[in-house]
T-cell receptor
Framework: GENVEQHPSTLSVQEGDSAVIKCTYSDSASNYFPWYKQELGKRPQLIIDIRSNVGEKKDQRIAVTLNKTAKHFSLHITETQPEDSAVYFCAASRTGGGADGLTFGKGTHLIIQP | ETGVTQTPRHLVMGMTNKKSLKCEQHLGHNAMYWYKQSAKKPLELMFVYNFKEQTENNSVPSRFSPECPNSSHLFLHLHTLQPEDSALYLC????????????FGDGTRLSIL
């Protein structure tokens, strides 16, 4: 089955700086890679996703890159703000999330220092 | 507001009790999922349902029994649970074939005494 590794487990950055979270996956058949943000006591919320037919996707301060050859993908957050503090999870699946469940990484606790 | 509603939000039960978790989605999706979230572990997929049919059971112990009467409702029946089953149980839904992401509910925080 699929295995997703996520690093680092904790990331502390100064407000305004950039944050990068990296994930690797093992199943070459995986073709859908979402990122979720989970604030304390709340549900995971999708912030961005990427499919295997593209290498990069950007949405305002958030971007995701995918390297299918190396089987890794990364989340980039620029100009970080206090409200970006949360736990971020990467995930992978073999479809668009419809027929198959997601395999998640262990999460990264992002701390934005004022 | 979430399109996926889970009840109850919190549940405390003894190891010999029988209880059920409920999930309802108002998004018109055809696939529904149960995940378990324990402290310091990744979200773990438990079950997948597509058009009311179970398509994946991720080696879940039989003390967890899912039920999907229609595409909008999903239940997780619990019996004879163990202390290690204490966790946040999250329900999610998605369109079955339109390549769209999963939407999560707020979860049920389960504590086994």
């Amino acid at each position: 089955g699929e295995n997703v590794e996520q690093h680092p487990s904790t990331l502390s950055v100064q407000e305004g700086d950039s944050a990068v979270i990296k994930c690797t996956y093992s199943d070459s058949a995986s073709n859908y890679f979402p990122w979720y943000k989970q604030e304390l006591g709340k549900r995971p919320q999708l912030i961005i996703d990427i499919r295997s037919n593209v290498g990069e996707k950007k949405d305002q301060r958030i971007a995701v890159t995918l390297n299918k050859t190396a089987k890794h993908f990364s989340l980039h957050i620029t100009e970080t703000q206090p409200e970006d503090s949360a736990v971020y999870f990467c995930a992978a699946s073999r479809t668009g999330g419809g027929a198959d469940g997601l395999t998640f990484g262990k999460g990264t606790h992002l701390i934005i220092q004022p | 507001e979430t399109g996926v509603t889970q009840t109850p939000r919190h549940l405390v039960m003894g190891m010999t009790n029988k209880k059920s978790l409920k999930c309802e989605q108002h998004l018109g999706h055809n696939a529904m999922y149960w995940y378990k979230q324990s402290a310091k572990k990744p979200l773990e997929l438990m079950f997948v349902y597509n058009f009311k049919e179970q398509t994946e059971n991720n080696s879940v112990p039989s003390r967890f029994s899912p039920e999907c009467p229609n595409s909008s409702h999903l239940f997780l029946h619990l019996h004879t649970l163990q202390p290690e089953d204490s966790a946040l149980y999250l329900c999610a839904s998605s369109p079955q074939d339109s390549n769209q992401p999963q939407h999560f509910g707020d979860g049920t925080r389960l504590s086994i005494l």
